[in-house]
C-alpha cells in the first residue's frame, strides 16, 4: 500500500491534501478509483499514475482534488 507516494508529494500539495498515518489508507483509495486498477495493486497503479502525469497532469491533480473533497 502507498508504494508510490513519496514520488507524490508535490501532486498532493498541489491538491491541497496533508498526508498523515490517519488519511493515507483513504488517500490510496481514492487513487485506486481514479485510475481504476483494484486496490492494493501498487505497481499497476503508480503505473497508471506515471501515464496520467505525463499526458494531463492538471485534470490527475483536479480528480484528486475533487475526490478529496467528497470523501474528506
Do not use: P
Not at 490527475?60 to 470523501?71: C, G, N, S
Amino acid at each position: 500500500m502507498t508504494c508510490y507516494f513519496r514520488h507524490l508529494q508535490e501532486v498532493f500539495r498541489r491538491a491541497g491534501i496533508l498526508v498523515t498515518k490517519e488519511n493515507k489508507q483513504k488517500i490510496d483509495r481514492i487513487i485506486h478509483g481514479i485510475v481504476g486498477v483494484d486496490y492494493k495493486n501498487c505497481q499497476a497503479t503508480w503505473r497508471r499514475i506515471k501515464e496520467r502525469l505525463a499526458t494531463d497532469e492538471a485534470s490527475f491533480i483536479r480528480e484528486l482534488k475533487e475526490a478529496w473533497a467528497k470523501h474528506a
